[in-house]
Every structure is written in structure tokens, then in C-alpha cells.
T-cell receptor, first 111, second 109 residues
């Protein structure tokens, strides 16, 4: 079974803090994704990565950056957290035939 | 028009009933489609893939209507455990997936 893990299930940060969200997958997948999910809006793609050190902006990259130094790990960074970044953050890796496997999610609250 | 549209629901359905909901998509070139299931406060998980006219897996049937550009999901003999949000997904460019906002299903005893 594919396993995707995320570093935290719940996180509370203050406005202006730098926030790191980590994601690790154990299936040697090349493609990994970061989404945020808000009520009524569905999943929105923040960034994705084709392979190590390669990244592409998704639909809503503003205020975020990413790092992919190793194939199994894809990190999402909030440079200066703001209250409108309070959300559920989901990491996924891409398996065969475009299927995506998700981590359990990180529910981030920015105060 | 959104690329993938779903009725948000909720659909309130008695246990044992049959329920169906649709998803419309805008990209006529799409070749494959997915239904994911998401339980409350959990991550989405793949329910079914649809590559041709349809797919059936036990009580679940997914059908594709290319002419009208919609995908449907039919659940027969619904169980309480079927209560979840069902997400319709269409592949986009560059290995991305385009996600519908989901249809919430509540099965009542």
C-alpha cells in the first residue's frame, strides 16, 4: 500500500510566522502535489513537483513556496503566515494512471 | 463555467435506497475520470476510475456520457457507511487533476 505521511495533523501558528509542512511518500513516485481545501471550494492546487528539485506553480501559489530536495519528501513553506491561510493542507503523490494518494492532511490555524 | 461542476447537496437518502449524482466537465478532450470519496475531516481516497463508457464495482456504478460531458455515480442499496463527500475528478495538463467541490451524501437509518 502506498503511504503518504504529513508531519502534523493539527497546527496553530501566529500571523507572520514561517511555517513548514512536510510530506513524505514511500512509493518512489516522481510527482507530488500540495493542495489546500476550504469549505465549498474543493481542492485547490498550490504547487506540484515533477521530480527532485523541480517545481511548478499551481492555481494559488501566492504566499507559499516549496522544496523538493529528495524524491520522497515535498515540503510546503508559508513564508509569513496570514489568517487567510487557515485551511486544511493536503499532500498527494501520483501513482499509476493519474491516481493520486493523499496524506492525512494538516489542519492549520493562523491566529 | 467551472471546469468540473457538482451539485454540493447534501443528498439525504434512507438506508437501502439507490442514489445517483452527476458531475459535468468542460474539457471535451478528457479521456479518464475519477470518483474519490472523502469522509469528514479525512483525506480523499480513490473510489473508482472511469476510462470508457463506465465502470462497476459492487454497489457502485460510474457512467460516462461524452456527448453531454457528464459522469454519474450510482450507489445501490446504500449503507450508513456510504455517508461521505464524493469528489469528481478530471485530469488536466501536466499530471494535474481538476477537482470538483464535491457532493455530500448523508444516509439516514
Amino acid at each position: 500500500d502506498v503511504k503518504v505521511t504529513q508531519s502534523s495533523r493539527y497546527l496553530v501558528k501566529r500571523t507572520g510566522e514561517k511555517v513548514f509542512l512536510e510530506c513524505v511518500q514511500d512509493m518512489d513516485h516522481e510527482n507530488m502535489f500540495w493542495y489546500r481545501q476550504d469549505p465549498g471550494l474543493g481542492l485547490r492546487l498550490i504547487y506540484f513537483s515533477y521530480d527532485v528539485k523541480m517545481k511548478e506553480k499551481g492555481d494559488i501559489p501566492e504566499g507559499y513556496s516549496v522544496s523538493r530536495e529528495k524524491k520522497e519528501r515535498f515540503s510546503l513553506i508559508l513564508e509569513s503566515a496570514s489568517t487567510n491561510q487557515t485551511s486544511m493542507y493536503l499532500c498527494a503523490s501520483r501513482g499509476p494512471a493519474d491516481t493520486q494518494y493523499f496524506g492525512p492532511g494538516t489542519r492549520l490555524t493562523v491566529l | 463555467r467551472k471546469e468540473v461542476e457538482q451539485d454540493p447537496g447534501p443528498f439525504n437518502v434512507p438506508e437501502g435506497a439507490t442514489v445517483a449524482f452527476n458531475c459535468t466537465y468542460s474539457n471535451s478532450a478528457s479521456q479518464s475520470f475519477f470518483w474519490y470519496r472523502q469522509d469528514c475531516r479525512k483525506e480523499p481516497k480513490l473510489l473508482m476510475s472511469v476510462y470508457s463508457s463506465g465502470n462497476e464495482d459492487g454497489r457502485f456504478t460510474a457512467q460516462l456520457n461524452r456527448a453531454s460531458q457528464y459522469i454519474s455515480l450510482l450507489i445501490r442499496d446504500s449503507k450508513l457507511s456510504d455517508s461521505a463527500t464524493y469528489l469528481c475528478v478530471v485530469p488536466g495538463s501536466n499530471y494535474q487533476l481538476i477537482w470538483g467541490a464535491g457532493t455530500k451524501l448523508i444516509i439516514k437509518p
